[in-house]
C-alpha cells in the first residue's frame, strides 16, 4: 500500500525553465510535508517543507503548494539548473512531531545544458 | 542542521553472515532513525533508536534480524543479521533535534552475494 505516490519516475527539463515534480498522497492524517533531494552515493538531503496549514511555502529558487483537497503537493524549481539534476523524494508525516516518514518512490530529474 | 557520517560506505558480504554499521551525529540530537532503501524502491523506516531502550520496530521488522543500539544522543549502531542476498540495499541513518526536521547520513551500501 504505496501511501505517498510519485508517478513520475523521471523529467526531463531545459536549463533555465521551470521543473515542476508532482506528489500525491492517500493517508488523510498527513498534515506535514517535505521534499528531498539525492544524489548518487549520498544521503537524502532536505530541501523544504510545508505544513497543512498553509498551501505554499517559498525558499528562494524551489516552492511547494500543497493542495489538501487533492491530497496533491508539488515542487518547483525556477530557473533549473544542472546541479538540480538528482532524485526527488516527497515524504509526508502525520505530524512535525511525529516525524515517522514515509516517502514516495523518488522522480528523477534531468537538466539539459 | 547536523552532519551525519556513516561507517562502512558499502561492503560486500557473504549469506548468513552479519553486519554492523554505525552511525556518527557531530552533536547531541534528540530522535535518530533507521531506513532503507532496496533496489529501485523507495526508502522504508525499519525502527527508531531509542537513547538508552529498546529500538521501536516498524511492520515488518524485527529485533532479532536488526538489532539496534543507541548508547548516547549522538551514536547508533544497525547490525544486519544472519544476511541473505534480499537484505541487499542501501541502508540510511537519521537523526533530528527536537525543533528540527530530519538529517539523513550519506548511507551504507550493501551488497549479500
Known amino acids: 500500500d504505496q501511501q505517498v505516490k510519485q508517478n513520475s519516475p523521471s523529467l526531463s527539463v531545459q536549463e533555465g525553465r521551470i521543473s515542476i515534480l508532482n506528489c500525491d498522497y492517500t493517508?488523510?492524517?498527513?498534515?506535514?510535508f517535505l521534499w528531498y533531494k539525492k544524489y548518487p552515493a549520498e544521503g537524502p538531503t532536505f530541501l523544504i517543507s510545508i505544513s497543512s496549514i498553509k498551501d505554499k511555502n517559498e525558499d528562494g529558487r524551489f516552492t511547494v503548494f500543497l493542495n489538501k483537497s487533492a491530497k496533491h503537493l508539488s515542487l518547483h524549481i525556477v530557473p533549473s539548473q544542472p546541479g538540480d539534476s538528482a532524485v526527488y523524494f516527497c515524504a509526508a508525516s502525520a505530524d512535525f512531531g511525529n516525524e515517522k516518514l514515509t516517502f514516495g518512490t523518488g522522480t528523477r530529474l534531468t537538466i539539459i545544458p | 542542521s547536523a552532519v551525519i557520517s556513516q561507517k562502512p560506505s558499502r561492503d560486500i558480504c557473504q549469506r548468513g553472515t552479519s553486519l554492523t554499521i554505525q552511525c556518527q551525529v557531530d552533536?547531541?540530537?534528540?530522535?535518530m532513525f533507521w531506513y532503507r532503501q532496496q533496489p529501485g524502491q523507495s526508502l522504508t523506516l525499519i525502527a527508531t533508536?531509542?537513547?538508552?531502550?529498546?529500538?521501536?520496530?516498524e511492520s515488518g521488522f524485527v529485533i532479532d534480524k536488526f538489532p539496534i543500539s543507541r548508547p548516547n544522543l549522538t551514536f547508533s549502531t544497525l547490525t544486519v543479521s544472519n544476511m541473505s542476498p534480499e537484505d541487499s540495499s542501501i541502508y540510511l541513518c537519521s537523526a533530528r533535534r527536537s525543533t528540527d526536521t530530519q538529517y539523513f547520513g550519506p548511507g551504507t551500501r550493501l551488497t549479500v552475494l
Open positions: 552533536s547531541q540530537v534528540t530522535m
Open positions: 533508536a531509542n537513547q538508552g531502550s529498546e529500538a521501536t520496530y
Open positions: 493517508n488523510s492524517m498527513f498534515d506535514y
